[in-house]
């Protein structure tokens, strides 16, 4: 199979020359490819340095305001800003498949809701995203420099991650998770594993999101100090009237990028 070829990404009305430099390639079947949409820091082509890479769902709604759902996260920008204060990583948008999003971020199975890929969607990333990215870019391939992150449902999926493949990922972003599927099927999972997982968690929520999501995601954070977590392993943040919108996470997210690169709070 020949390589992908990568090519620039423009984000429209963009034309700051301090900014990430975004390059999109397809991956996957020809059927139903993917295309992913990397970020890389400013400096990438000037320097010899290996960075870590955070991989983040929902690639569609990261960067580019035409083809986000609702609102982009304004990523390009947080992640220029990050690079001028000494953060940098390389981002890895994997763009969801639309109507079967669900099946791909959960798991669980639902039959209300769908569900029931999450184990064949994270093989996908470490089999055929993660080795493309490791070939395509000097990377730091080692689990304590490999984050995967996403929201609501990517949430989800990402922090099972955790524990199915602690020899790959080393930390997760659990932004706004969807802990609600599948009849809250994520303790069940829970209750037979024990522990907490191997990895750094990042975990938040808004209080606008309402009191269910909330109180799942307050249980969520108890569970893991009760089983164990290390207090430098969890960091846990409660935004006052956080909503559940793709700019609430992009802006999270960019507070919480320091430690899930690092674990230094």
């Known amino acids: 199979m020949m390589a992908p070829e990568w090519k620039p990404y423009r984000l429209p009305g963009t034309g700051d020359a301090s900014s990430v430099s975004l390059v999109t390639a397809s991956v996957g079947p020809r059927r139903e490819p993917r295309d992913l949409l990397v970020a890389l820091p400013p400096k990438y082509a000037q320097r010899a340095d290996r960075y870590p890479?955070?991989?983040?769902?929902?690639?569609?709604?990261?960067?580019?305001?035409?083809?986000?759902?609702?609102?982009?996260?304004?990523?390009?920008?947080?992640?220029?800003?990050?690079?001028?204060?000494?953060?940098?990583?390389?981002?890895?948008?994997?763009?969801?498949?639309?109507?079967?999003?669900?099946?791909?971020?959960?798991?669980?199975?639902?039959?209300a809701h769908g569900?029931?890929?999450?184990?064949r969607y994270l093989e996908f990333v470490?089999?055929?995203?993660?080795?493309?990215i490791d070939?395509?870019?000097?990377?730091?391939?080692q689990p304590a420099?490999?984050?995967m992150g996403g929201s609501s449902l990517g949430g989800l999926i990402s922090f099972?991650?955790?524990?199915?493949?602690p020899d790959v990922f080393g930390a997760a972003s659990v932004q706004s998770p969807a802990l609600w599927v599948a009849n809250r099927?994520?303790?069940?999972?829970?209750?037979?594993?024990?522990?907490?997982?191997k990895g750094r968690v990042y975990l938040d929520i808004g209080t606008g999101e309402g009191t269910e999501a909330l109180a799942d995601v307050r249980a969520l954070r108890d569970w893991l100090l009760e089983a164990g977590t290390p207090e430098k392993s969890l960091l846990y943040v409660e935004e006052s009237g956080g909503d559940h919108t793709e700019v609430a996470w992009g802006s999270r997210l960019e507070k919480a990028f320091p430690w899930l690169l690092t674990g230094k709070k």
């Open 115 to 119: 569900g029931g890929g999450g184990d």
């Open 185 to 197: 099927a994520i303790f069940r999972f829970l209750g037979q594993q024990r522990k907490p997982p």
């Open 135 to 141: 070939r395509s870019f000097r990377v730091k391939a």
């Open 53 to 111: 890479v955070v991989y983040l769902h929902d690639g569609q709604n990261l960067f580019d305001p035409e083809t986000s759902h609702a609102g982009d996260w304004g990523l390009a920008a947080r992640l220029s800003r990050l690079a001028r204060k000494g953060t940098e990583a390389i981002v890895v948008g994997i763009p969801n498949r639309g109507r079967f999003r669900k099946y791909d971020y959960n798991p669980f199975r639902d039959i």
């Open 160 to 165: 099972y991650a955790l524990y199915r493949h």
């Open 145 to 147: 420099h490999t984050v």
């Open 126 to 132: 470490i089999e055929q995203v993660k080795p493309l």
